[in-house]
Every structure is written in C-alpha cells, then in structure tokens.
C-alpha cells in the first residue's frame, strides 16, 4: 500500500483481532456480508459506518477494539461521515470539530480554495 494513505498506517488495537462481529453490530452492515469483515483490514470501513449509523452498542465495540488515535484518524479521513456526526464525534474526543473536515478534492465546479459547502455562493 502507498504509505502516502492514511489507511496504510499502522495502528493498535485493543482487542484480539480474529474476534468477529457482533450480532448487535451486524445489522448496520446490510450491504455487505459482516463474516468477511475483520477488525483489523476493515477497519477503517467499520469505524466509519459505526460513526455514522451506530448506536450505543456500536459505541462500546468502537471503544473497545480501537483505540482513540485510530479513531480520530478515521474521523478525520472519513469521507462518509455526515457533517451532524462529525460535530458530534469532535464533542466526544475533545477535538476542534474544523480538524474533522475530510479533504475535498478539486472537480470542474470547485477548486477547493473555498471552506464552504454551499454550491449557492
């Protein structure tokens, strides 16, 4: 992997990472099959739907297998986490809710230069 993405960096788990996922987690991963999902090569794709969707047993299998800096980093990186979650995550960890804003890449209606979202101004 190109050690430019922050998906390829290597991080710590709290738990054991043959553990599958729970039957309380499965449900919010209706679109894949959650026995081919690991903790540890899916990580970042299980943190963002549990950010984004879960509840409070997502929250505790999160606090359990993954540590804080892992899951700011995916905070921070994630470019499915809704706005509404993200200002909600950054209150959680303590941090400044514009270091959550993911990267926004340059298209033929943007340069990117602006912070805004609004496509009306």
Not at 99 to 107: D, G, I
């Amino acid at each position: 992997m190109d050690k430019s993405c922050p998906q390829s960096d290597s991080v710590s788990r709290k738990g054991p990472a043959s553990e599958q996922l729970p039957n309380e987690i499965r449900i919010f991963f209706w679109d894949v099959d959650p026995e081919k999902l690991s903790v540890v090569e899916s990580a970042h794709f299980i943190i963002s739907r549990l950010m984004e969707h879960g509840d409070e047993n997502a929250l505790r299998f999160l606090l359990k297998h993954y540590d804080r800096n892992e899951l700011v980093r995916v905070l921070r990186n994630s470019r499915s986490i809704s706005k509404r979650s993200r200002i909600f995550w950054s209150l959680f960890f303590g941090i400044t809710k514009e270091s959550c804003t993911p990267r926004r890449y340059p298209t033929v209606y943007t340069d990117c230069s602006n912070a805004s979202i609004d496509p009306w101004n």
